[in-house]
């Protein structure tokens, strides 16, 4: 069974800085992309960053210069640095895995459970 794990959310001060980190498990062949959405409390869930295998990156206008996102393909793990986080970044923030094949051909969309970011003093 593929799944992805989310770590590394919790309770930061404004202007802080946190790591999320989510690991896809399985037998899995390869994931063409893997990103970040979130979602906060009356809002529907948006992107905020996403990288191709080959190491594209594509990030949300209210992230960028803020957040990273990177990948270690070996790992089939992809990490989200959240650098200057603002209350408003306050979400519950969702790994996604987009045409995830796995050993036997399958391909997949796959969502994590969900990481809570809060971002208060």
């Known amino acids: 069974q593929v799944q992805l794990v989310e770590s590394g959310g919790g309770l930061v001060q404004p202007g802080g800085s946190l790591r999320l980190s989510c690991a896809a498990s399985?037998?899995?062949?390869?994931?063409?992309?893997m990103g970040w959405y979130r979602q906060a409390p009356g809002h529907q869930r948006e992107l905020v960053a996403v990288i191709t295998s080959g190491g594209s990156t594509n990030y949300a206008d209210f992230v960028k210069g803020r957040f990273t996102i990177s990948r270690d393909n070996a790992k089939n793990t992809v990490y989200l640095q959240m650098n200057s986080l603002k209350p408003e970044d306050t979400a519950v923030y969702y790994c996604?895995?987009?045409?995830?094949?796995?050993?036997?051909?399958?391909?997949?969309?796959?969502w994590g459970q969900g990481a809570l970011v809060t971002v208060s003093s």
């Open positions: 399985g037998s899995i062949r390869s994931i063409y992309a």
């Open positions: 996604h895995a987009d045409n995830l094949v796995t050993a036997i051909h399958r391909h997949l969309e796959v």
